[in-house]
Nanobody, 124 residues
């Protein structure tokens, strides 16, 4: 089994910063990529925020709405992904979900796993 444990959400004023973390544990042979998605109130949980490949190059992908404000990074040795969020805006308020594409053996396919979600609220 694979578990994703998120941390770092909370309440912050506009213009403030937060750092989210997501650690994957369990039966992990390899990770293809990890990333963050968010679900704003009344919206579907399919808004991509940022992703990063678990390769040496670590290519990244960001939603246009967060480019220049958010930075995704990883620690391969800890199977952990981070999301540094600066210049937060009220429209960033959402539940942030960690996603990972993991396989548990060399003959397995990569499967999607999700964290439980962490609330980020940007408000004065």
């Amino acid at each position: 089994q694979v578990q994703l444990v998120e941390s770092g959400g909370g309440l912050v004023q506009p213009g403030g910063s937060l750092r989210l973390s997501c650690a994957a544990s369990g039966s992990i042979f390899s990770i293809y990529a990890m990333g963050w998605y968010r679900q704003a109130p009344g919206q579907q949980r399919d808004e991509l925020v940022a992703t990063i490949a678990f390769t040496s190059a670590g290519s990244t992908n960001y939603a246009d709405s967060v480019k220049g404000r958010f930075t995704i990074s990883k620690d391969n040795t800890k199977n952990t992904v981070y999301l540094q969020m600066n210049g937060l805006k009220p429209e960033d308020t959402a539940v942030y979900y960690c996603n990972a594409q993991i396989r548990y053996s060399s003959s397995d396919v990569f499967r999607d796993y999700w964290g439980q979600g962490t609330q980020v609220t940007v408000s004065s």
